[in-house]
């Protein structure tokens, strides 16, 4: 098996719905995303993939769904509903809490999955860096 990585950074706002300190309020991240590739063999160029695929298909899919944008629980009326309140506010509803864990999760079982459909890839694991300290890795 051979791996290739793509970090991609983004900014977005978020809120732990029913959190027990500070990060039930809104606030915000700058994030890192690490894609991990992998493929049986390398390709006739000698890659796994090209990393501008790689960033097509998910810096492309962040930039127009969570980018500058507030990541907020499908469940948490309250977040959705200050967030209509603003006209042209860029919003993304998870079935989860927005969590770093959550976020790796969504990206690695169901954007990875629709974004590599066909290619022969397969996204072994995704790393969401919220801060330069913490992060969470979905596999």
């Not at 991240?29 to 590739?37: E, L, S």
């Not at 960033?55 to 930039?63: A, C, L, S, V």
């Not at 309140?85 to 999760?105: D, R, S, V």
């Amino acid at each position: 098996m051979i791996e290739c990585t793509r970090r991609i950074k983004f900014d977005a706002g978020h809120r732990v719905h029913l959190h027990e300190s500070k990060c039930r309020n809104a606030h915000g991240h700058q994030y890192i995303v690490f894609i991990y590739a992998t493929a049986e063999n390398l390709d006739k160029l000698g890659r796994v993939i090209d990393f501008s695929v790689l960033k097509e298909k998910f810096q492309g899919w962040i930039d127009d769904n969570w980018d500058h944008g507030f990541i907020y629980y499908e469940k948490d009326r309250e977040m959705k509903a200050a967030l209509d309140m603003i006209e042209g506010q860029k919003k993304f509803a998870l079935p989860y809490n927005p969590t770093a864990e959550n976020l790796a999760i969504y990206l690695h079982t169901v954007v990875a999955v629709e974004q590599m459909k066909d290619t022969g890839i397969t996204i072994s694991k995704v790393e969401v860096w919220e801060t330069e300290n913490a992060f969470a890795t979905a596999s």
